[in-house]
């Protein structure tokens, strides 16, 4: 089957940690490559920002990124991309025409406006949202970026998508309260690489607990409340792997409140902002850890916490988006509710205070990320999604012709 995928700002070759790159970004590159190693020819189409990036790259064996020209070849945050997508949706449209796949697959919003454009009757276009623009605005309100074209598209994007696949339960939800058809809905969770990411590996060494936090470092991830709760935990520590490189950090918007919450929190001399870091040296960081904590106002799926699972390490999450799904409460880690660094405070202190708990909640990481989460076995939900779409739609078209 050859599967095209759409990922306007999402590169599968992007550097992690960044403003706009996360896990839509891990997301993609593992689900492509998951997908060829059942089969699948995919090719990821997203948004040249580099004039020096060839047309064409290999990710990996069945797997190709093709850069399309949209706007500028250079960084454009992603709240600015809405008025290239016509020209993105256009190329789209030329190369469908000259070599249509059997379907596509678009992620995030963006991506699904200019798949559905450009895609000719009969290609069936399946699309993950990746985040809900109701669901931002809920929580950040006045401070949401977005373009206010957004809502009125992700409408338009659930009517017309052959197939939506949600990430979790949560979005099932938010979904079906945005007018979805629940018969064209289908619950396929993110994953893990199992084989990265284990309980077995090195890790780095520590002096005193150490609690992580890894991913973006924008506000809405909830790290500043992390910090806030090292005031209650005078004997831990806190690394923080997220943002640009080590070397960029200085100047950084996030990176400068970061510091200045945790001056304020008299915590300065127990955090340390290491900026982004290679995906090889994430498990290692982790394994250190007495807790991992992601601690977002709402979070649509949420990669990182599976990450620590399999590392056998506990997370401590907020209560929010598919972390519902991911975390166990009681039985892989501990949910705490948004916005509150005293809660936080308390969970990862009984986790310091009880090394046989943090074992039993890291053990128990592990069997569930194992049996459930790893991108082999989403990447045979996922073709499972594109059979059923493909042939549909190859049932319609011998109706309309007959």
Request: charged share 25%.
């Amino acid at each position: 089957m050859r599967v095209d995928m759409v990922s306007e700002h999402a590169s599968p070759l992007a550097a992690l940690g960044d403003v706009d790159a996360g896990g839509q970004n891990v997301h993609v590159a593992a689900l492509a490559m998951g997908l060829a190693r059942r089969g699948a020819e995919v090719v990821v189409h997203t948004r040249r920002d580099d004039p020096a990036l060839p047309d064409r790259v290999p990710l990996a064996p069945g797997v190709t990124v093709r850069h399309v020209d949209a706007g500028p070849a250079r960084h454009v945050p992603k709240d600015e991309l809405l008025p290239h997508m016509d020209r993105f949706a256009g190329e789209l449209a030329r190369e469908w025409r000259a070599s249509p796949p059997e379907v596509v697959h678009s992620h995030f919003w963006m991506s699904g406006r200019a798949a559905l454009a450009a895609a000719p009757p009969g290609l069936p276009v399946v699309h993950t949202f990746h985040a809900l623009g109701v669901v931002k605005r809920r929580h950040q309100g006045d401070r949401d970026t977005s373009p206010p074209e957004r809502l009125g598209e992700e409408r338009a994007i659930i009517a017309g998508a052959e197939r939506i696949v949600a990430t979790c339960s949560d979005e099932v939800f938010e979904l079906l309260r945005l007018g979805a058809d629940r018969r064209r809905l289908s619950v396929v969770p993110c994953g893990v690489d199992a084989a990265r990411f284990t309980p077995d590996g090195p890790a780095e060494p520590r002096s005193r607990p150490r609690v992580v936090c890894v991913g973006r470092i924008v506000e809405r991830k909830g790290v500043d409340d992390v910090i806030r709760a090292m005031a209650h935990l005078p004997g831990a520590e806190l690394v923080i792997a997220g943002g640009p490189p080590a070397g960029r950090l200085a100047g950084d918007p996030d990176a400068e409140r970061l510091l200045l919450v945790a001056r304020q929190a008299g915590v300065a001399d127990r955090v340390e902002l290491r900026g982004g870091i290679g995906r090889d040296e994430v498990g290692p960081l982790m394994r250190s850890a007495v807790c991992v904590v992601c601690a977002p106002w709402y979070e649509p799926f949420g990669i990182v916490p599976l990450e620590a699972m399999a590392c056998g390490v506990p997370v401590v999450a907020t209560a929010v988006g598919g972390m519902i799904d991911t975390v166990v409460d009681g039985v892989t880690g501990v949910h705490v509710p948004p916005r509150r660094p005293d809660a936080i405070a308390g969970a990862i202190g009984a986790l310091i205070e009880d090394p046989a708990r943090r074992d039993e909640l890291g053990a128990a990481g592990v069997r569930r990320a194992r049996e459930r989460y790893t991108w082999d076995r989403v990447a045979a939900s996922t073709l499972e999604v594109y059979r059923s779409c493909a042939g549909a739609s190859a049932s319609r078209g011998e109706e309309a012709r007959g």
